[in-house]
Structures are given as C-alpha cells and as structure tokens.
C-alpha cells in the first residue's frame, strides 16, 4: 500500500482521520490515569491501549488508512505529553497506513509553534489536533493562533474536538474540565481570522449539532468528521447534509480505540447515505483534506 515512500491511496478501502495514540512505548499515558479512566468508563471501553506498531498492524490489515495523534494537555494537568516525535518517527516506519499529526498545548506560546515547524519540516508531521476542553482554551482567544499560523503556512489541517467530552465526565466538577470550549462556533472566529486554514471540527457535536453545521455550510475551510459516535445515533440533521451540502466536507473517523473501525464502519453501511455519497465520506474527501492527491483510476 505504499509507492516510494508515499501513501498508496488506491489500494486503501478508507481513511479514518481520528485515530489517538493513548500510550507510548514505554508505557506513558497520553492522559492522567483519572481523566482516562473517566473516558473508557463513558465510553464502556474496558480497552487495552495498543501502540502505535499495533495500530499500524489494525489498519494494514483492514487496509485503512489512519491518521494518528495524541493529546497534549501538559501545561494545564502537568501531565507529560507523549512524544510527537516518537509518533512521527513510528508513523515513518509504516508509511503505508499511517500519517502523523502533531499536539501541543497552544499554552506553550511562540516555542510551541517553533516546534511545530520543526516537526513538520524533519518529521513529515502532516496536521495538527487540538482539544479545547481539555487543553483549557477557547478556539478563538488567539491563544493557539502562533500554531494555526504555521498550519496556514505549510497548508495542513487543524482538527478540534467538539461538543460533549467523555474525559472527566462524573468526575468531581467535570475533573476541571468546560465544556462551552468545545462549541464549534467559535471556530467561525477562527475560520474567518485563518480563510486559507483547512479547519476540521471532529465529531457529531453533541449538542451544538445545528452550530457546526452552520459553520461548515457558511465557511468552506470548514470540514466535520463523524468520530467518536456510533453512525447509528448520528443526529438526522447531521445524517441529511452529509448527504447533501456537505457531502464534499465530511470525513469518516472512529476515534480507535474508543471505537473500532469495524463497528463504525458496520454501522455506517446501514445508514441511508447515496452511493455516490458514501465513497466521499468514505476516503475521498479525506484525501482532499489530507493533500494526498487523486486516486488513480
């Protein structure tokens, strides 16, 4: 699935744009041991974290393509972070089904951005994740923009989380954590302030669904993707305009290990969505986003 050192998008099924690395290979969490357990006890995922070569091993096997990232939430929990470069390095060594994204908490200023640069000019980092809630920042306090300004310059994407969290949820006070960071609409502050920015709001985002789809119809630097829900609880609204206009701006995305490709993928192919629809969702506008460039016929 690879020719010289690129992806071979032709011979991959899908491509799944929201796939986190929760643990490294040494056994570090991406999260503090309570914000995690938190999550898989919302999600009833009673999961092992696979590592990034077992990841890697998950998708080549279902020939998917995954972009892969972990959350950096260091300045605000003192946890640290996993390494990007540990993930741009690995995802290196299966080139054939993984493409890296960087985190950093946009709280490290102007040496965050720097690094940024770094990771994308020595380590073919291709995007950036962001996760407002938990990295303790609204999209449009102009915080993250040193970040979003080097993602403009090299023209990468930029996925924020969106809606609801299961990090910290029934934890004491939400573990610290605001959910009115994660409503998309701030990020129309951010897509006018960045026209040239390719902006992804991840998930169906619970409950500000209408809002994102707002933003996403009014803004086209704007994409959604469907991570993080079962396709068979997606909101009917959410259902209609991928179907119509917003076909050309939606992205499939599980959340793994949350959520395996297997069951979202299941549960995608009972959805009513248009045949000539489903293959869009499915990849190709994931390789518009991405800059991976047309599939071969």
Do not use: C
């Not at 991959?12 to 986190?20: E, P």
């Amino acid at each position: 699935m690879e020719q010289n050192g690129r992806l071979d998008v032709a011979a991959l099924q899908a491509i799944d744009v929201h796939v986190h690395i929760e643990v490294d290979l040494h056994g570090h969490l991406a999260l503090p041991d309570d914000q995690a357990q938190a999550a898989a006890k919302y999600f009833g995922a009673d999961h092992r974290r696979p590592t990034l070569p077992e990841i890697a091993a998950h998708y080549r096997e279902r020939r998917i393509g995954a972009v892969v990232f972990t959350v950096d939430t260091e300045a605000y929990t003192g946890h640290p972070a996993i390494s990007n470069e540990e993930i741009a390095e690995g995802a290196a060594e299966h080139p054939d089904v993984l493409i890296p994204f960087a985190s950093i908490d946009p709280a490290k200023g102007r040496a965050g951005a720097r690094a940024f640069r770094r990771l994308v000019e020595d380590h073919g980092v291709r995007g950036i994740k962001f996760h407002p809630s938990v990295q303790d920042f609204a999209p449009n306090d102009r915080s993250a923009y040193p970040l979003l300004e080097v993602a403009q310059e090299f023209g990468l994407p930029a996925l924020f989380h969106t809606g609801q969290t299961g990090i910290g949820a029934g934890l004491p006070g939400g573990g610290g954590i605001r959910l009115e960071l994660s409503n998309p609409m701030l990020l129309d502050h951010v897509a006018v302030d960045f026209p040239h920015l390719t902006i992804i709001m991840a998930h169906p985002s619970f409950p500000w669904q209408d809002e994102a789809l707002a933003v996403a119809t009014h803004k086209p630097n704007v994409y959604i993707d469907l991570s993080g829900w079962s396709p068979k609880y997606f909101p009917p609204q959410l259902v209609r305009y991928a179907n119509s206009l917003l076909q050309d701006k939606v992205l499939f995305g599980s959340d793994y290990p949350l959520i395996t490709p297997d069951r979202w993928l299941a549960d995608f192919a009972k959805l009513e969505i248009k045949p000539t629809v489903r293959p869009k969702i499915l990849k190709e506008n994931a390789v518009k986003v991405l800059g991976l460039g047309a599939s071969p016929a």
